[in-house]
T-cell receptor, first 107, second 114 residues
Framework: SQQGEEDPQALSIQEGENATMNCSYK?????LQWYRQNSGRGLVHLIL?????REKHSGRLRVTLDTSKKSSSLLITASRAADTASYFC???????FGEGTQLTVNP | NAGVTQTPKFQVLKTGQSMTLQCAQDMNHNSMYWYRQDPGMGLRLIYYSASEGTTDKGEVPNGYNVSRLNKREFSLRLESAAPSQTSVYFC?????????????FGDGTRLSIL
């Protein structure tokens, strides 16, 4: 069972543009986490947002959380080719992962 | 500082063979996890170990066994491999409880079962 479902499944943008990925989840959460996975590598933790937080920033990343809608979004500003990767949200007592959004940033 | 190290990186097995995937972390983390990732899917938790000496089933434990050998090492064993277990296996670790701390991942073991 998937706790998080990312939308869109795939996103292709030009360098310098902003990328927004969305995540919807099913059950109550204490926090929501976002991870990045480069091709052929393991996942890398990006940011954790707690259920009592609405927004969190880390460098070019901005995460929002709306617990009433059971949704979260990840915004990457001024994207770079190196941001090309799959992005996953994860939450719940067993940290269940969604299927991910494949982001391609074209030079 | 290597983080989470998985061995081997690649393996091909025949149906019915057994194999143990090894994982070690050098971050003094209490909790460790095994996931599998199949094409187009997110990670699914196989087993986890909240602390040394304990193990618990995750979402997809059937066909697998685990051993938390010590605080550093957590192995995953396939007793009789099946083609449905062809996947990429990831080991991860965290300081504390599964959902409250960031997880640190190894680079995976790519396992094919013929």
């Amino acid at each position: 069972s998937q706790q998080g479902e990312e939308d869109p499944q795939a996103l292709s943008i030009q360098e310098g543009e902003n990328a927004t990925m969305n995540c919807s989840y099913k059950t109550s959460i204490n926090n929501l986490q976002w991870y990045r996975q480069n091709s052929g590598r393991g996942l890398v933790h990006l940011i954790l947002i707690r259920s009592n937080e609405r927004e969190k920033h880390s460098g070019r990343l901005r995460v929002t959380l709306d617990t009433s809608k059971k949704s979260s979004s990840l915004l990457i500003t001024a994207s770079r080719a190196a941001d090309t990767a799959s992005y996953f949200c994860a939450g719940g007592s067993r940290l269940t992962f969604g299927e991910g959004t494949q982001l391609t940033v074209n030079p | 500082n290597a983080g989470v190290t998985q061995t081997p990186k690649f393996q091909v097995l025949k149906t019915g063979q057994s194999m143990t995937l090894q994982c070690a972390q050098d971050m003094n983390h209490n909790s460790m996890y095994w996931y599998r990732q199949d094409p187009g899917m997110g990670l699914r938790l196989i087993y986890y170990s909240a602390s040394e000496g304990t193990t618990d089933k995750g979402e997809v434990p059937n066909g697998y066994n685990v051993s938390r050998l010590n605080k550093r090492e957590f192995s995953l064993r396939l007793e009789s491999a099946a083609p449905s277990q062809t996947s990429v296996y990831f080991c991860a670790s965290s300081v504390g409880p599964i959902s409250n701390q960031p997880q640190h991942f190894g680079d995976g073991t790519r396992l094919s079962i013929l």
